[in-house]
């Protein structure tokens, strides 16, 4: 169920990797190395506000976390687990064109080169759009909120998302007849304590 789970996460933020994930496969059908003489591409303003935290509910009794700073330069993504027998908390830090992602409690990590999303598919590309059927669906407001809406198909699993100055508020994929949703419980546009940023002490990052 575990895996499942992390397939349907996966799933929803498909469609706002799939433009630069596209971009990172042209070049090559190998893995790409990253390493300090060859840093991965930095982020820089991907989101319309400077700093904030957003929850979210996901399935499955799934939370998520996001603090970011500097319009997106930096950014914690914390997703919390509970299946009643089993909880797990993952924490990924994405600063400088890496993302570092552990389990709290846990002593080893993995270092990788960071592929920002932009949930603004007016700047797509337009093969990307294609493929995938990306519809832009006008605005729709989400507390109080004016929010663009896109829909994609990705095989036979169809994904509407809401975005608020480029930053995900919603997203629903429908999966077996079901709908599988991630939305925004809180949206803080407030500043985040930098050391949120910092790679925890005693957690060691294997390069990928």
Not at 65 to 87: H, M, N, P, Q, R
Not at 90 to 116: P, V
Not at 184 to 197: L, N, Y
Request: net charge negative; hydrophobic share 35%; with cysteine.
């Amino acid at each position: 169920m575990k895996n499942l789970l992390f397939f349907i996460l996966a799933l929803l933020f498909l469609i706002a990797c799939s433009k630069t994930e596209e971009k990172k496969a042209e070049g090559t059908d190998q893995q790409t190395v990253t390493t300090e003489e060859t840093p991965a591409p930095e982020a820089t303003h991907r989101y319309g506000i400077k700093s904030g935290v957003i929850f979210y509910n996901a399935p499955m009794d799934t939370k998520q976390e996001l603090y970011f700073d500097d319009f997106g330069a930096k950014e914690v993504f914390i997703t919390s687990i509970d299946l009643g027998i089993a909880k797990t908390k993952s924490i990924e830090i994405r600063k400088d064109g890496f993302a570092y992602s552990y389990q709290e409690g846990k002593t080893e990590g993995t270092k990788k080169a960071w592929y920002t999303s932009d949930m603004d598919y007016s700047k797509a590309d337009p093969e990307m759009l294609e493929r995938y059927k990306v519809k832009d669906l006008g605005t729709e407001i989400i507390d109080g909120k004016e929010c663009k809406k896109f829909s994609a198909e990705f095989g036979s699993s169809p994904i509407v998302t809401w975005s608020w100055n480029n930053i995900m508020v919603k997203s629903i994929t429908k999966m077996a007849g079901n709908d599988f949703v991630i939305e925004a419980t809180k949206i803080q546009e407030t500043s985040v304590d930098p050391k949120m940023f910092e790679l925890p002490a005693g957690v060691t990052f294997k390069e990928m």
